[in-house]
């Protein structure tokens, strides 16, 4: 059974960093692409970043520049780097992968930004 564990996500103020991680483990398939989705309260789940498993990277233009997420292929890792935190970042973050043609899913972490 695969799982998907997250840490790294807290309360701080607007203009601080944060770095987000997440392992999967119970796989026997390496990730094609790991990534990280946000929902805000009252909002649909959105794309922040991804990163393929040959670390192509795509990132939502709100994170542009201030967000950066790197993978450790070899453990299933993926991490997301995040500087200048406004407080519209504010969101559970979910870490997701894909390994071979499911998508995971993990249960998420708060990220709050106070202003």
């Known amino acids: 059974q695969v799982q998907l564990v997250e840490s790294g996500g807290g309360l701080l103020q607007a203009g601080g960093s944060l770095r987000l991680s997440c392992a999967a483990s119970?796989?026997?398939?390496?990730?094609?692409?790991m990534g990280w989705y946000r929902q805000a309260p009252g909002k649909q789940r959105e794309l922040g970043a991804t990163?393929?498993?040959?670390?192509?990277?795509n990132y939502a233009d709100s994170v542009k520049g201030r967000f950066t997420i790197s993978n450790a292929n070899a453990k299933n890792t993926v991490y997301l780097q995040m500087n200048s935190l406004k407080p519209e970042d504010t969101a559970v973050y979910y870490c997701?992968?894909?390994?071979?043609?499911?998508?995971?899913w993990g249960q998420g972490t708060q990220v709050t930004v106070s202003s």
């Open positions: 997701q992968a894909v390994m071979y043609t499911l998508t995971y």
């Open positions: 990163i393929t498993s040959n670390g192509n990277t």
């Open positions: 119970g796989s026997s398939f390496s990730a094609r692409a």
